[in-house]
């Protein structure tokens, strides 16, 4: 019987996050730091309005945009919070994650043969979805010497007449840095010149600690050609709601709408209605949970250095990013030993690109507890080397 499994399909690894978490599931006695994910619970109030919508059988499709009254009430929100203006009828889709938000807007845009920009270390998704769409994805180094910011040298260097797009994510998975305006701002002159679009994953944007926040959309002209990824995942500990949205120009959400139509219809009505309640009063919640992260940050990253894995502070998101260059092992090695011999399950810098080769993601949304306990089994392992 012939490969009936689509070359494209074969062309992309499996997730080597998803990797360490199906073996931590098989063991016992693990500390894991290697799934993003927030350890907080959903804030009560927005579980109760879901809730409290099925129970008055609120059940049914929505718009393929969503709830008017979610994109009324985020359009103000992105107004106010990040001075980004979005028409709420013709400029705003509410998505199942941000993850399906990616995947439409590439395949709204690239077309056989283009070549998409991907700012690396980077979440392990933006090669591949490229890929599926029929793209090359070309990565763009970069380096713990920048802290991690995307350097325009750099992204000049592997622009060429067929690139079309560029895909950045600040905050940063895996190495928590930002962009500030800017930084931003030299980026935006490469952009305009090469006659480019930008794709903006912003779903760390409410998890910043030592700035406000800076929506790539809002700088120089980029307004026209940027498209926003967000959602309520990791600021209000929805994963599981899968609820994201995407921002856009007039033309470029109807041909992301069109794919959105046909692959999903619309997301979870339950979960659009927990998504306007966390708008509307989850802001000390959110808040709490973002200075709880600062101090687990702090402390984590204050005993990496400590224990002899050099890490810079991250700026953003919930992940530090130590270097194991020292140890003499490659980062998969570490990782793998760590979790066999202490028991710490961490992710390997390497999966999120080759700009993240001697280092680890360890993601600080857990307890300072088990935070503290993981060091401890990292020193103890780190002294057997």
């Known amino acids: 019987m012939r490969n009936f499994t689509s070359l494209r399909a074969q062309e992309i690894p499996p997730s080597g996050i998803r ?7 098989t063991m016992e006695d693990v500390i894991s730091l290697g799934v993003g994910e927030p350890d907080f619970r959903t804030p009560w109030n927005i579980c109760e309005s879901s809730i409290y919508s099925i129970e008055q059988g ?4 929505t718009s ?8 009324d009430t985020l359009s103000r929100y992105l107004a106010q919070h990040y001075n980004l203006n979005y028409n709420s009828d013709q400029e705003i889709i509410i998505t199942s994650g941000v993850s399906e938000a990616l995947d439409i807007a590439i395949r ?4 056989p043969g283009d070549e998409v920009l991907v700012a690396q270390p980077g979440y392990v998704s933006y090669g591949p979805c490229v890929t599926l769409a029929g793209g090359k994805p070309v990565p763009v180094r970069c380096v713990e010497k920048d802290h991690f910011k995307l350097n325009p040298d750099t992204l000049a260097e592997q622009i060429t007449s067929k690139s079309k797009a560029l895909i950045i994510n600040f905050p940063n998975n895996p190495t928590g840095g930002v ?9 935006a002159d490469l952009i305009i010149d090469h006659d480019l679009l930008l794709i903006s994953d912003e779903v760390y944007a409410e998890l910043t600690y030592e700035t406000h926040h800076c929506a790539a959309a809002t ?6 050609r940027t498209i926003t990824l967000n959602g309520f995942s990791k600021a209000y500990a929805m994963t599981g ?7 856009a120009p007039k033309e470029l959400c109807d041909a992301a709408l069109k794919i959105h139509q046909y692959v999903m219809l619309c997301a979870p009505v339950m979960g659009q209605v927990g998504a306007l309640e966390a708008l509307r009063s989850a802001e000390e919640e959110k808040n709490s949970m973002v200075n709880e992260y600062r101090l687990r940050r702090n402390m984590f990253v204050a005993g990496l250095n400590r224990i002899g894995l050099p890490c810079h502070v991250p700026e953003g998101a919930f992940y530090a990013f130590p270097s194991v260059e020292k140890t003499g092992l490659s980062d998969v090695e570490f990782a793998e030993r760590l979790l066999k011999e202490q028991r710490v399950a961490v992710v390997p810098g390497s999966v999120f690109g080759s700009g993240g080769e001697g280092h680890l993601r360890c993601a600080y949304a857990v307890s300072r507890k088990e935070l503290n306990e993981a060091l401890l089994r990292m020193e103890a392992f780190l002294s057997t080397l």
């Open 179 to 187: 962009m500030t305006e800017s930084d931003l701002k030299a980026v």
């Open 64 to 71: 393929n945009k969503g709830l008017q009254t979610l994109r």
């Open 108 to 111: 709204a845009i690239v077309d």
């Open 19 to 25: 990797k360490f978490f199906d073996l931590v599931l």
């Open 58 to 61: 609120v059940t049914s499709y």
């Open 219 to 224: 700088v120089s002209a980029l307004r026209e």
């Open 241 to 247: 709601w899968r609820i994201g949205y995407l921002c």
